[in-house]
């Protein structure tokens, strides 16, 4: 594999369980039975408001638990399968879709809640991060296929 896509999938992978650990303690928050002052930052921020809301399950599933099981995938695509051809078109689709996801969390924050989520906001930079890298990875993987 090539040098420089072996150091942007190591990266992918440390930014993606870093993903993970912050859904993860999204999740906890979403299940949590007290008000936490786990930020409670004046009347902009509040994590507890955003992963207790309607919008923080879909069909029963915590939101949360979907951005964990998302960023494990991205986990699993760059390391156990890093050295398959078509695992950077996989990674693209893949953090287009969570990108989109999270876009949309955001958007309900904004518009809807009125309020925003610091874990959310992590997170969302975590996976605007990761699509930027996939992006570079693939087409790096298609020039490197044609050259």
Known sequence: MNPMLHRLFSLIAIMAVGGVVVSSVSLQHHFGTSKTEFCDIGESFNCDLVNRSIYS????????LIGMAGYGAIVALVTARRDRKDTPLWLLL?????LAFALRLTYIEARVLGVWCVMCLCSLALIMGITLLSVVVWVKSRRARAG
């Not at 399950?57 to 949360?64: M, Q, T, W």
């Not at 893949?94 to 969570?98: E, H, V």
């Open 57 to 64: 399950e879909i069909f029963g599933i915590p939101v949360a």
């Open 94 to 98: 893949g953090t287009l879709a969570g």
